[in-house]
């Protein structure tokens, strides 16, 4: 467990050079990159890494540094085409009135100095059920693959070089308390300029809706490297533009404030510019902190959680986890309970065939129908009879 910390905590120091363009110190030699590459590529930053490695190529092997250049050289290609890519899908929503919410901007990969060095996932849509279908369905013909199913809310869609679109036709938080102010946040959603359906949110509600999802992925252990880092950049290039109180006060209607700023606080002590004084003095009490970032880098592996509103957050998601739970196997019950009668009418209309066909066999039944269970019983004899003879 303490080379999984180790590998995560190296991957925080090559990423955070890069962004802050300082002097890099790791111990390369002591690193796995098998499980680098595998760390570095569920957190979705690669393409960093291999920029951090450039100068130390005599540390690691020649099959790791084709795959860190293979999702550099995907970064690359994303930014050629993805402004082009973003406009090709709004347009069409919005020319066939598809209405629509975007839930995170395309805007974050320009506050990364260096271009390739951002995300290539993407864009973010919130729509209803029958839009979600319409789309999907024009994504797929313009060469989108299903990438990843978010079950009972979406899928990520994406095409070569690796753009990559995610749609939504429900909000992906379980609890009743995050749907609810979810949805309150998007009311707040505006036109997008130049256009008449497609939404977007203010910077100051995207934070808002950044901070939150970050805070509900982290109870459930899903919360990368990359979205930690995304929203760092947001913080930074809007903290003086927007009203901090206001953010504030929506992280206490979702019951999540403590874990939110601890959050916003880590990521600054990860990837903000040295010189960067929004947070003068660090913590008396560092241990929750290292709890936090223990349990990020490991994906819960570690987890000596003691935040009272994460411990909260997650017993209602596992409530919500054990109501679908049930209902899925109510559903599966009365779907194998169909399908067994389905079949038991069957075996009852071949032993017990209708009055029409038996009358077809033996006409007598059409002049004396009161016969029928008779003739059921003689034709079953001679069917056994006549499977004994087979025999």
């Given at each position: ?94 020319t066939r009135k598809v209405s629509c919410t975007m839930l995170i901007s395309e805007s974050v990969r320009d506050l990364y100095q260096i271009r390739e060095t951002a995300d290539t996932a993407s864009l973010q849509l919130l729509m209803d ?92 252990d899903e919360l990368t490297m990359r979205e930690v880092l995304d929203l760092q950049l947001c913080h930074k290039a809007w903290r003086d533009s927007i009203r901090m109180d206001a953010v504030n006060r929506r992280m206490e209607e979702f ?137």
């Open positions: 467990m303490n080379q999984f910390l180790f590998e995560g905590r190296s991957l925080v120091g090559i990423v955070s050079s890069i962004i802050r363009q300082d002097d890099l110190k790791v111990s390369y030699s002591r690193l796995d990159w098998e499980r680098m590459f595998r760390l570095a590529d569920y957190h979705k930053v690669a393409s960093i890494v291999y920029l951090g490695v450039l100068g130390y190529r005599e540390s690691l092997p020649e099959k790791w540094q084709a795959r860190f250049f293979e999702r550099y050289q995907e970064s690359l290609l994303f930014g050629e085409s993805y402004q082009e890519s973003v406009k090709e899908m709004l347009t069409w929503l919005n059920e029958e839009n979600y279908n319409l789309a999907k369905g024009y994504l797929i013909d313009m060469g989108y693959e299903t990438d990843l199913v978010y079950k009972g809310y979406g899928e990520r869609l994406q095409k070569t070089p690796g753009i990559s679109i995610i749609l939504y036709y429900k909000l992906p938080f379980r609890t009743p308390g995050y749907q609810k102010n979810m949805r309150r946040l998007l009311e707040s959603a505006r036109l997008k300029d130049n256009f008449q359906s497609v939404r977007a949110l203010s910077k100051e509600d995207e934070l808002v809706y950044r901070l939150a999802a970050a805070v509900y992925r982290y109870t459930v019951q999540i404030e403590e874990p939110a700023a601890k959050l916003l606080r880590i990521s600054y002590m990860w990837f903000a510019d040295k010189n960067d004084n929004y947070y003068e003095h660090l913590p008396e009490d560092m241990s929750e902190y290292d709890i936090l970032e223990e349990r990020l880098l490991t994906r819960g592996m570690v987890n000596r959680e003691v935040d009272k509103q994460i411990l909260k957050l997650a017993k209602l998601i596992h409530k919500e986890q054990e109501k679908e739970r049930k209902r899925e196997e109510r559903s599966h019950f009365k779907e194998r309970f169909k399908e067994g009668w389905e079949n038991t009418k069957r075996k009852l209309k071949w032993v017990f065939p209708d009055y029409h066909y038996m009358a077809s066999i033996y006409p007598i039944v059409e002049k004396l129908p009161f016969l029928l269970p008779g003739f059921w019983f003689a034709r079953g004899i001679r069917l056994i009879w006549r499977t004994l003879q087979t025999k």
